[in-house]
């Protein structure tokens, strides 16, 4: 449910991650205290009365409430017999399919690969010369937004380009689930497709990746990775300026909302500990170049994620917290930026930070360069979504052991 404007209306809109329904549900914003109402502890007749305040007394059927709830039902808006069907045939759905098809591709980028790669090319054709990664310098990781390409078109392609005619057997990515999920990681052995081709995952470190993992490290499925636009967006560019040659290995991270409300460090957690360690070793038993890409944005603020005053009030603080938290990740010090986190209670909504921190701890020792660092106004809903791009490198072959803990 977000706040939205239309023909000088206040409205709730609700986003539809899975496409349950076509188009877009809106309601009068008068009728959250009906929606309130909708916790599975009121009755019918608790929301008739409360429709009949609103109206100021005027009688309201209880065929009328019925129906209401039912156009609800219909939408997928309610935790129902008819929700739960309908999710559980989408989980079936996808669960049979070996590839992750691209569902954001017509919407949020060309589906087409001729005029995608024009896209590409002519963003970058935009973008002036930047040596500050030199052609000697080994990439090890990469940080890229999440946002809207659109919104971020010239930022993606200005941290992608400096990949091209380099070599990567192994590309590991590490996404952000935006819905709930179980786990602190969810691995899929789908093959990516993007509008030039299809992606292989690499099974086989995906499986000895779950070897000996404690449980609560992975989710029960891969289902988050359905419409989860935050890996995908990442598949576009990586195809485009790696090639065909490449493997993935596709990890979307969960919340950790439990560790700053307990006050852990998550870098402490055995969860934590192994998936960086099993990760390690592996890409330390691998022969060829691997690289790590973190797909994140960074703060969310205004009405839209839950502040109570427009992004202008906060943007400015918010931007603060960001350039700290910048300075841990280029120093790959995964400690202070959650503890950075902790202090600020993550009050800006920062998705990426999951990722961000596993990506930190295992690029340590890296010298991390910020590229480009932007934000985004939203003004239909007064809020507001910064981005950042960096690159991770060093001197040497990634044939040398991190070595780390």
């Known amino acids: 449910m977000i706040p939205a ?32 109402l909708l916790d599975g502890t009121h009755t019918l007749q608790d929301i008739q009365m409360a429709l009949m305040r609103q109206q100021g007394g005027t009688m309201v059927p209880l065929s009328e409430v019925e129906s209401f709830l039912d156009g609800l039902d219909r939408a997928f808006l309610l935790q129902s017999p008819h929700y739960d069907e309908g999710m559980k045939a989408l989980q079936e759905a996808f669960n049979r399919l070996d590839r992750r098809y691209p569902v954001h591709a017509g919407k949020a980028y060309e589906s087409d690969p001729d005029r995608l790669r024009h896209d590409i090319e002519d963003a970058e054709g935009d973008l002036p010369p930047d040596d500050r990664i030199g052609a000697g310098d080994c990439i090890t990781g990469i940080v890229a937004p999440h946002i809207d390409i659109a919104v971020a078109r010239h930022t993606y392609v200005n941290v992608y380009r400096t990949l091209r005619e380099r070599h990567f057997d192994l590309v590991i990515i590490f996404g952000i689930n935006h819905q709930v999920q179980q786990g602190l990681y969810s691995l899929s052995e789908k093959d990516y497709v993007t509008p030039f081709g299809t992606i292989p995952t690499d099974r086989a470190f995906i499986a000895r990746l779950r070897e000996g993992l404690p449980e609560g490290t992975l989710a029960p499925d891969d289902f988050g990775h359905k419409m989860e636009h935050s890996i995908e967006f990442q598949t576009i560019f990586l195809h485009h300026y790696l090639g065909e040659s490449l493997t993935i290995v596709p990890i979307l991270c969960g919340a950790i909302h439990e560790f700053l409300s307990d006050g852990k460090n998550i870098c402490n957690d055995r969860r934590f500990r192994a998936m960086v360690e099993r990760i390690n070793m592996l890409i330390g038993e691998r022969a060829g170049d691997v690289l790590l890409v973190s797909g994140v944005d960074f703060s969310h603020v205004g009405p839209k994620f839950g502040h109570h005053t427009p992004a202008a009030a906060i943007l400015s603080q918010a931007m603060s917290s960001d350039r700290t938290m910048l300075s841990h990740i280029g120093r790959g010090s995964a400690e202070d930026l959650f503890e950075h986190a902790l202090t600020t209670q993550d009050r800006y909504n920062v998705c990426g930070l999951p990722a961000l921190l ?19 106004d939203e003004a239909a809903t007064d809020s507001a979504v910064t981005y950042a791009s960096m690159v991770f490198s060093r001197t040497e072959s990634r044939d040398s052991k991190h070595g780390y803990i």
Do not use: H, N, V
């Open 358 to 376: 596993i990506c930190s701890r295992l690029l340590r020792g890296d010298r991390g360069t910020l590229l480009s660092y932007d934000s985004y």
């Open 5 to 36: 404007q239309s023909q000088g209306r206040r409205m709730i809109a609700f986003l539809d991650p899975y496409r349950l329904t076509e188009g877009t549900i809106a309601l009068d914003m008068r009728l959250l205290p009906i929606l309130k």
